[in-house]
């Protein structure tokens, strides 16, 4: 396996051809769980989903992976905020000027509207959601969060969108809300992703 830094195993020099660059652990992960759950085994394909720690990290992953590097298969998921930093590398790596988010998408790498919690709270509905976060025993700690003044009377997925925030939630809820969602019901940057690779 390989972590942000950039260590890598034997694995990787000699099975993996496509790699996934995502921000963050909890987009390696709720793609990862989706794929599991769509009867894909990522590594026997030579697939790996590399977190990156955020998007500005995305033009080293792309010297690494890309044509100037080992030269694989890249594909990638994103928040639509860093599209910017994805162009850029997408760009300087050698992958076409003026890129827009359709020319993104045609190379593999597909934009979340916010980020992947909106994502998967609208894809959920926010009654699933709260479903999920009850199982989970933290249906209290949601409900002193949406009494606070700053967040009362917002709508229940801003709320929901805060509470799943913070950086371990993100982490632990990806794969539980991915393992919730009915496969018609997918996002479609998450299903984008995977039907490329």
């Known amino acids: 396996m390989i972590d942000s ?20 652990i909890s987009d390696r992960l709720a793609v990862e769980t989706l794929a599991g759950r769509s009867g894909r085994d990522l590594n026997a394909e030579g697939i790996l989903v590399v977190a990156m720690n955020g998007a500005k990290n995305i ?31 997408l760009e300087r790596a050698g992958f076409g000027s003026d890129l827009s988010r359709a020319d ?6 597909h934009a979340c509207v916010e980020d992947l919690e909106d994502e998967l709270i609208r894809a959920l509905g926010a009654d699933d959601v709260i479903a999920v976060v009850e199982s989970r025993g933290e249906l ?5 969060l949406q009494k606070q003044p700053e967040w009362r009377g917002r709508p229940t997925d801003q709320q929901l969108r805060r509470f799943l925030g913070n950086s371990s939630r993100k982490i632990d809820y ?5 393992d919730a969602l009915d496969h018609s019901d997918v996002p479609r940057p998450l299903a984008a992703l995977l039907a490329h690779v």
Not at 13 to 20: D, G, K, L, P, Y
Not at 104 to 109: K, S
Not at 140 to 144: A, E, R
Request: glycine share 14%.
């Open 104 to 109: 993104l998408e045609r190379l593999g790498f």
């Open 5 to 24: 830094g950039g260590a890598a195993t034997d694995e990787l020099a000699t099975s993996v051809r496509t790699v996934i660059l995502v921000e963050g």
């Open 140 to 144: 209290g700690p949601l409900q002193t």
């Open 174 to 178: 990806a794969p539980l809300l991915v």
């Open 59 to 89: 033009g080293r992953f792309l010297d690494r992976f890309g044509p100037r590097g080992r030269d694989l298969t890249l594909a990638g998921l994103y928040d639509a905020a860093e599209e910017p930093d994805f162009r850029r590398g």
